[in-house]
């Protein structure tokens, strides 16, 4: 398996964040296939499992077969903004 990873920050002076997305490629044998909901189940090099589904773009999914040795190419990520928050509203003042 290997990883690639990326990292954006916001620009000097805008509003914190950024995101950091890590892709994958690994090569795994198909164990079990759902067309229907376009579902592979893959059993990577080190015999760990991963689900996933497949997209409308992958042409010749119906062609794929349990026993098929792919690699695929899969990503994760993560995305921060920060938000100010609202100051707390003062307490109504009580009638005496």
């Given amino acids: ?48 499992t991963l689900s996933m589904p497949v997209s409308e773009d992958v042409k010749d999914f119906d062609k794929v077969k349990v026993g098929d040795k792919l690699t695929i190419a899969y990503s994760q990520a993560l995305a921060l903004e920060m938000v100010p928050q609202e100051a707390p509203k003062k307490a109504a003042a009580k009638k005496k």
């Fill in 1 to 48: 398996m290997r990883s690639v990873w990326t990292v954006e920050l916001a620009p000097k002076g805008g509003t914190p964040g950024g995101y950091k997305v890590r892709t994958y490629q690994v090569s795994a044998v198909v164990d079990a296939i759902d067309y229907k909901s376009r579902y592979v189940s893959l059993r990577g090099p080190k015999g760990n």
